[in-house]
């Protein structure tokens, strides 16, 4: 079983600074099977990004998704005060099904 | 856009039987997708339960195997999971979702199931 694991478990940022949030898996994985979700408190994980690097409908163009193998990144430009949230890293597997998430990073105001 | 309401009991007894409905609407559960249950317990992760095409084919996630089942009604353009022997490690937040291409596209709000006596 694949295991995501994401740094840092918090990250302390100002309004206006790039965040860079990483997840690495336990083994290498299709870059096609990776997505980010945010999630606001009291409400449901919304995606961002599949395939690694496609942005959802209606994402803003500041967030992004790079990466292959074993590390993988999600990347916020410039942070607008709606973007402080957890943010999970998720990967799915095919034979058989499953979805696997990581176990979060927290991004707060600094 | 599809949107997914979930509902059920908010409330059920250690060893019982806890049973949530997701209601599908602005889309038809009997398109080409799989539809998919989510957990979260309080201040936790995400962690996936399975999923269910409209033919009514399954996947569920190796660790609830044993207790889980999810089924379709697409005369109610829904779909509904049943988790048998619940304890309080299955308090959580059940969310359901729309799959997408190896991703889960759109959820709904999600609600909070307790199991205490």
């Known amino acids: 079983e694949i295991v995501l694991t994401q740094s840092p478990s918090t990250l302390s940022l100002s309004p206006g600074e790039r965040a860079t949030l990483s997840c690495r898996a336990s083994q290498n994985i299709a870059s096609t099977y990776m997505g980010w979700y945010q999630q606001k408190p009291g409400q449901a994980p919304r995606l961002l990004i599949y395939?690694?690097?496609i942005r959802a409908t209606g994402i803003p163009d500041r967030f992004s998704g790079t990466g292959s193998g074993t590390d993988f990144t999600l990347t916020i430009s410039r942070l607008e005060p709606e973007d402080f949230a957890v943010y999970y890293c998720?990967?799915?597997?095919?034979?058989?099904?499953?979805?696997?998430f990581g176990q979060g990073t927290k991004l707060e105001i600094k | 856009q599809v949107q997914l309401q979930e509902s059920g009991p908010g409330l059920v007894k250690p060893s019982g039987t806890l049973s949530l409905t997701c209601d599908v609407s602005?889309?038809?559960?009997?398109?080409?997708?799989?539809w998919s249950w989510v957990r979260q317990p309080p201040g936790k992760g995400l962690e996936w339960i399975g999923e269910?095409?409209?033919?009514?084919?399954?996947n569920y996630n190796s660790s609830l195997k044993s207790r889980v089942s999810i089924s379709v009604d697409q005369s109610k353009n829904q779909y509904s999971l049943t988790l048998r022997s619940v304890t309080a490690a299955d308090t959580a937040v059940y969310y359901c979702?729309?799959?997408?291409?190896?991703?889960?596209?759109?959820w709904g709000q999600g609600t909070l199931v307790t199991v205490s006596s």
């Open positions: 395939d690694a690097s």
């Open positions: 979702a729309k799959n997408g291409h190896s991703c889960l596209q759109y």
């Open positions: 269910i095409h409209y033919s009514g084919s399954t």
């Open positions: 998720q990967h799915y597997v095919n034979s058989p099904p499953m979805y696997t």
């Open positions: 602005a889309g038809s559960i009997s398109s080409n997708n799989w």
